[in-house]
């Protein structure tokens, strides 16, 4: 039993927070808000030069084979500085997805993606919406019974506004005519991993945006003076921390268990339902607190916070949200037969 | 990162379980599953019994190492004994506070003599013992203990003079371990020793407190020039806060783990419960009854992680946070086992005031989140020590 990751996958971590922290600033994506497209192209080279884009695919199709839980530790640097680019989707859901395909489109798309020269973006129809379609070479959209891969001729995408700025939502009409990638057992197979893959990746995003709100408020509130002392000294203000601080350092390893699961092929959905309950919790309570904490400053657009606070909302949206989440945790606790006691640790 | 237990562990879980099964029945039946958090009055006598059997079969102290008669089990074989334990029903423990508190601090921090005088009384399980922290004005502010120990230098022993509260099992225990303050000019933290004291002497009195379960596990002790002899200091005087805080980190680690194969079972009562009553069809009920095996799944997760040892450096921080944690969730599933009985948590089981186990649970939780450090006082060291969050200003 060992519930440690090693010192490559902690090394490699680092140089990516380093790289992202450096690099995707609240100023840089404030500047991504402002752009036609939503999207920095500059900033998606730079993210395949440094092999995230190919992260997960597999050496022989051009990338560094590495498996989910190698990446759920960049995933929540990603969610740390509140990253756009849909790298998260790219690597933990639409690589390992069209690697199961396999045949022809494995060969033709995964090297495309690892060089950074396809964008690829995933809609499922759970979320309703496509993050990312219109700026995608290749659109991975997920149904119960049928899983497609389009191309940009093949569906037209209707922008949705978001109210967090840095998503880009879009209603996709398939055309007419166009035929599924998978159909039937396979599709449905499929459409479990999106879900259980998209919640993941939001599950751990989560951890890194709560992580970044707690910084942003014990920095405030050790500097903002009331009554002659700072307010971080009070212990109505630290205590909205230190509960934030508990949920998340505790929301940490249910996401690693999840991606233990993945990596290994085993049955994930409940360790993934567990994880993306936490982490979301997690980050919806560091979004409330941090706010709270910075009294009115908090609530301006000017302030940096709501730009992370904006992402947790959506992620505690997106691939299931937490009745549909609850829901699966509970059907598994009542379900007749289950062994839930002593010995069933993992 | 490998989420499983090798064929070796899988082999003494074995051993383990059938172990249990051939000697946890016939006279021990009656403490199945009893003796927990707010039922520890249940079949003391028998319950000690146990403790003996236990010891026979080698299952107390397994993770002291060897030489001093433990097996040096792994965490990985206490992990699972503490799961078969409890997946048996194993009783609640009389000497867990031996076993995971005294041993372990005289093994880290005692001498020899005190090893070889007190160690094989606890690994037999014949020996029990209680602890002497809190006092009436040193609760929340532990270090302002009031409670003396000056050295008669004609007798050679050390005399006691004080008062302890909240001490649990104090009548059922041959011996408290103690901190006193040794330098009468001292406060805080500076000054303290930390003392192993004979409990059947005349400067000792016991006297229970009843709880609000109209039982009685915790006690008032008092100190009269109560005797320990001057090798029964452990560390010199002065340092009894820093052997104090070393025990305090054994509190923190593989002693967690039986803690939670009870609230394992508590929580498998109350879904058998909710699946009977038909509350598990109740939707509101349905999403507590899921939020607390979130919750629990968190607590194991994380004990797990935080044994593994090393890791991100964050393991620390996660250390402060168990209490805090376990506390909650335990209160709140106190709280969900009254709501999954319904009207019946109203009625006691029988007059004058017998309760019945999620009753008691219910009761003895309320206790969960102010014993052993208060929810604010765990969130005052997140903040401070964990986030780095500014002191505050104390008088």
Redesign the interface.
Known sequence: MDFTFSEDQLLFRDSVRDFLVNEVTPERIRGIWESDSGRDDGLWQQLAEMGLTGITVPEAHGGLGMDELDFVLLAQECGYVALPEPLVNTALVAVPVISQLGGQAAAEWLPKIAAGETRVAVGCSDNGLAEDAAQAGLLLWAEPQALYLLTPDQFSARFNESVDPSRRLYAIDIAAGVLPAASGEQAAALYQAVLDRGALGAAAQALGLAQRMIDISVQYTSERQQFGKVIGSFQAVKHHMANVAVRLEYAKAPVTRAAYALARGEAAQVAVSHAKLVACEAANLAAKNSIQVHGAMGYTWEVDLHIFMKKAWAMAGTFGDTGFHKQRVAEHIFADGVALGAGTTF | ?????SPQ?EQF?EEVAQWLADNLCGEFECVRHRGGPGDEHHRVAERKAWERKLAEGGWTCIGWPKEYGGRGAS??QQ?IF???Y??AGGPGRIGHIGETLAGPTIIAFGSDEQKQKYLPGILRGEVFWCQGYSEPSAGSDLANVKTRAEFDEAAGKWRINGQKVWTSLAHESEYCFVIARTDPQSVGHKGLGFFLVTMDQPGVTVRPIEQLTGTSEFNEVFFDDAECDAADIVGAPGDGWKVAMGLLGFERGVSTLGQQ?LF??E??AI?KL??DNGA?KNPAL??R???A??GL??L???S??ML?????G?LQ??AM?YK??WATWHRNLGKLAMDVLGQESEILDEAPYELNRLQSMYLFTRSDTIYGGTN?I???I???R????????RG
């Not at chain 2, 593994?308 to 991100?312: K, M, V």
């Open positions: 990162m490998k989420l499983s237990f562990d879980r965490i990985e992990v503490n799961e078969e409890a997946r194969m394992q079972n929580f498998d879904v909710a699946k598990a349905r999403q009854i899921a939020d095996h979130v799944k968190i194991r997760y994380n797990m992680r593994s040892g090393g890791g991100d964050s921080k996660e946070i805090l944690y604010q765990q969130r005052n997140i903040a401070e964990a986030l780095g969050m500014p002191r505050e200003p």
